[in-house]
């Protein structure tokens, strides 16, 4: 049996090399800029159409309580959120549902932004990367891909709820007993009028719909420090162990 003579190895060997150099050299900043395009709006399809789902029904109850103008405003702002758009003062009816949004968005986009990333550092580390015009065009969609990461992710969460311990048929409620803050880093500050009026803190998570939100306060240990919130528009409840339930309203800016 004969064996390969070691100058048609090195033809091989080199024959490898320039395939892989000549896929490296194939890719461009143009291609990449139009794979990314692609690839993040099929990513973020379904995330689309659960939004879309969730807020229609929004719309149809201001419809139905005769808020037109809530109603249109709200779909302006659908539309908004679908096409990667900040709404940095949301209907309060959707508040929490778009901040929702803004976390599933972001989790679709990362492998998609990843895999552009690394296509683009592979880029500036082949021969091209030397070329003065290849790098300028490789910075340009290295930056639009960064500020996709936060276009559209910019709504606002009404971060005052009052609290209270009664709520009457008619949806109105008692005296403010206090206030939750919510930041948007997840952090929580609960603001009693009783007698410890000491700010206590905690930590907050919505699910994926946000209509539901799971609250932690530090100052409580095991399941007793574990609140529900379930939120409705611009009202919710909060079901707190060892306590009756608390009836939340959104706060109303000041003047």
């Not at 592979?122 to 003065?132: D, F, N, Q």
């Not at 410890?196 to 919505?206: A, L, N, R, V």
């Not at 909060?238 to 003047?255: E, F, H, L, N, T």
């Amino acid at each position: 049996m004969k064996h390969p003579r070691p100058h048609f190895l090195f033809f091989l060997a080199a024959a490898a090399v320039l395939l892989l150099t000549t896929g490296a050299l194939a890719d461009t900043a143009a291609k990449i800029a139009a794979d990314y395009q692609k690839q993040a709006a099929k990513a973020l399809e379904r995330v689309n159409e659960t939004l879309e789902k969730a807020t229609v029904p929004l719309i149809a109850d201001l419809v139905k309580a005769g808020d037109g103008a809530g109603a249109e405003a709200l779909r302006e702002q659908l539309k908004s959120k679908l096409a990667g758009e900040p709404v940095l003062k949301p209907q309060e009816a959707a508040a929490v549902l778009f901040l929702s949004y803004d976390a599933a968005r972001l989790k679709a986009l990362e492998p998609v932004q990843k895999a552009a990333i690394s296509r683009i550092d592979a880029m500036l580390g082949s021969s091209e990367g030397r070329k003065l015009d290849v790098v300028t065009e490789l910075a340009k969609v290295r930056e639009e891909i960064e500020l996709s990461r936060s276009a559209g992710s910019a709504t606002q969460l009404p971060e005052v709820w009052t609290y209270h311990v009664t709520e009457k048929p008619d949806g109105s409620v008692g005296v403010v007993y206090g206030e939750m803050h919510f930041k948007p880093d997840g952090t929580v500050i609960m603001l009693d009028r009783g007698k410890d009026k000491t700010p206590k803190p905690g930590q907050w998570k919505s699910n994926k719909k946000g209509d539901k939100i799971t609250i932690k306060m530090d100052y409580l240990k095991g399941d007793e420090g574990v609140w529900q919130m379930e939120v409705k528009g611009s009202t919710a409840t909060m079901d707190c162990p060892g306590v009756s339930r608390r009836y939340m309203r959104i706060k109303a800016p000041q003047a």
